[in-house]
């Protein structure tokens, strides 16, 4: 019964227009004050304890690097490295733009600013190259998605706030996943510029695709600072993240100098605004999480599916279920924060190992950024590209159909995500 009125609340006040964040906070104080007991102090001192962890901190981190290799003329020189390894193949710019999303990804830990650093430099050139405007838009709003799936993710760094995971595990999980991924998305990208005989680049030579990888090696080897930095045990992924803005100043200001010292603080500012709304989100998840717990909701749920035989596979299935019906009104970290403290509990004891469970939720946000209403990559597209919301996600089903069965692929297939951690002894 509390749990039916906790989420008809939550509901009421998501229908009203509310931000998530805010009907979150809401909804815990109106059920504390309304239907519990619960002392205030105890609320204060979980919502103190809740949000004073380490790992955290990782988040404005990540964010603050992303924001610098956005403006600091990464990008470009990824996109160059990328057309110059594939561009000779059908579609090249187009397999170009899933490669170059798949290296940013790599580097940055979000999907939207992938979208922002890739597309504005890419779209306006495959429009140029006589590639459709829809075709591009495609490509770059779902291959853009691999900025939460491949490492370091924000994402990943808020499930494992949310459940207490290793976010250096989740980290080597989403490495495998990631890389096929990208290649579903190059294939379809290849085949449905084969189909319509779209341009394609003349062929680089070697001395021209070394020159595009001397370049743009100052960026790329920031995926080895980061994963093999944590991998090497030199350092834990939080202090891999502020090491990753650090880098990413050094060269966007010092190496590449696209970024003079004058643009800094704005690129400061707007980071923390960032910063400043994800960790409102978590505070205020934290203490819907509090409230689950304390009304045994979670366990009471594993209890009634236990008893009712339904077993991994059925679960599984209803997880995918609830999170992409979950993604037409909500954006990830809202999602993540929701559902990661109701479901972990169920996952463990159904024998679902958590890291699993962690890459299955995170390839269930990839796929909701892409579609509407409230795909985020939806949305950033189309600033790019002045395409309607509507135009977008037709654009976009080819590529959304490959990820759902993906999705599939990952959901009944744990060893795809948890062979690696596994042969690296992070398990």
């Given at each position: 019964?509390?749990a039916?009125?906790i989420?008809v609340?939550?509901?009421?006040l998501?229908l009203?227009?509310m931000p ?9 104080l109106?059920?504390l004050?309304?239907?519990t007991?619960?002392?205030l102090e105890s609320?204060?001192l979980?919502l103190?304890?809740?949000?004073e962890?380490?790992?955290i901190m990782?988040?404005p981190?990540f964010?603050l690097a992303?924001?610098f290799?956005?403006h ?5 020189r ?5 057309t110059?390894?594939?561009g000779?193949?059908?579609g090249?710019l ?7 999303c ?6 940055s830990g979000?999907?939207p600013a992938?979208?922002?650093?890739i597309?504005?430099?890419?779209l306006?050139?495959?429009v140029k190259?006589?590639?459709?405007k829809?075709?591009g838009?495609?490509v770059?709003?779902?291959?853009g998605?691999?900025g939460?799936?491949i490492p370091p993710?924000?994402v990943?760094?808020m499930y494992?706030?949310?459940t207490n995971?290793?976010v250096?595990a989740?980290?080597?999980?989403g490495?495998?996943p990631?890389?096929?991924?990208a ?6 990208t290849?085949w449905?510029?084969?189909?319509n005989n ?5 062929k680089?030579s070697?001395a021209q695709r ?17 994963m ?6 030199i ?5 891999a993240a502020?090491?990753?803005a650090v880098?990413?100043?050094?060269v966007?200001?010092f190496?590449?100098k696209d ?5 800094v603080?704005?690129?400061l ?5 960032m910063?400043a709304?994800?960790?409102?989100i ?6 819907f999480?509090f409230?689950?717990?304390n009304e045994n909701i ?7 599916m236990?008893?009712?035989g339904l077993?991994?596979?059925t ?6 279920v609830i999170?992409l019906?979950a993604g ?7 999602i ?5 403290p109701?479901l972990f509990?169920i ?5 679902i190992d958590p890291i ?5 939720m995170?390839v269930?946000?990839e ?5 509407p209403p409230v ?5 950033v597209a ?7 919301i509507?135009?977008l996600?037709?654009?976009v089903?080819?590529w959304l159909?490959a990820?759902?069965?993906f999705?599939?692929?990952v959901?009944y297939w ?5 062979w690696?951690?596994r042969?690296?002894g992070m398990m």
């Amino acid at each position: 019964m509390n749990a039916l009125i906790i989420f008809v609340i939550l509901a009421t006040l998501m229908l009203t227009g509310m931000p998530v964040s805010i009907s979150l906070g809401l909804t815990v104080l109106t059920f504390l004050f309304g239907f519990t007991d619960v002392p205030l102090e105890s609320v204060a001192l979980k919502l103190f304890t809740g949000i004073e962890k380490f790992e955290i901190m990782a988040i404005p981190f990540f964010i603050l690097a992303g924001n610098f290799l956005t403006h600091g003329g990464v990008a470009r020189r990824m996109i160059n490295f990328a057309t110059a390894m594939v561009g000779h193949w059908y579609g090249g710019l187009g397999l170009g733009g899933v490669v170059a999303c798949a290296l940013f990804a790599a580097v940055s830990g979000s999907s939207p600013a992938t979208v922002v650093a890739i597309g504005s430099i890419l779209l306006p050139a495959m429009v140029k190259a006589g590639f459709p405007k829809r075709f591009g838009a495609g490509v770059i709003t779902t291959s853009g998605a691999l900025g939460i799936l491949i490492p370091p993710s924000i994402v990943m760094v808020m499930y494992a706030v949310a459940t207490n995971t290793s976010v250096g595990a989740l980290f080597m999980a989403g490495v495998v996943p990631g890389l096929v991924l990208a290649m579903v998305l190059g294939l379809v990208t290849w085949w449905r510029a084969r189909k319509n005989n779209y341009p394609r680049l003349p062929k680089a030579s070697w001395a021209q695709r070394w020159d595009a990888f001397r370049k743009s090696a100052w960026g790329l080897f920031l995926i080895i600072v980061v994963m093999g930095g944590i991998y090497a045990g030199i350092f834990t992924p939080t202090e891999a993240a502020a090491m990753s803005a650090v880098y990413a100043f050094f060269v966007a200001v010092f190496i590449y100098k696209d970024m003079g010292l004058k643009d800094v603080p704005k690129v400061l500012l707007n980071s923390a605004n960032m910063s400043a709304m994800l960790l409102y989100i978590i505070t205020n998840a934290v203490l819907f999480s509090f409230i689950m717990t304390n009304e045994n909701i979670p366990q009471a749920m594993a209890d009634w599916m236990l008893g009712h035989g339904l077993g991994p596979i059925t679960f599984l299935l209803a997880v995918n279920v609830i999170l992409l019906m979950a993604g037409n009104f909500m954006e990830p970290s809202s999602i993540m924060l929701i559902f990661a403290p109701i479901l972990f509990p169920i996952a463990m004891q159904l024998g679902i190992d958590p890291i699993h469970l962690g890459i299955l939720m995170v390839v269930n946000m990839e796929v909701g950024m892409c579609h509407p209403p409230v795909g985020l990559n939806l949305y950033v597209a189309s600033g790019i590209t002045k395409m309607g919301i509507t135009e977008l996600t037709v654009a976009v089903w080819p590529w959304l159909l490959a990820m759902l069965g993906f999705l599939v692929l990952v959901t009944y297939w744990p060893g795809l995500s948890l062979w690696l951690p596994r042969t690296l002894g992070m398990m």
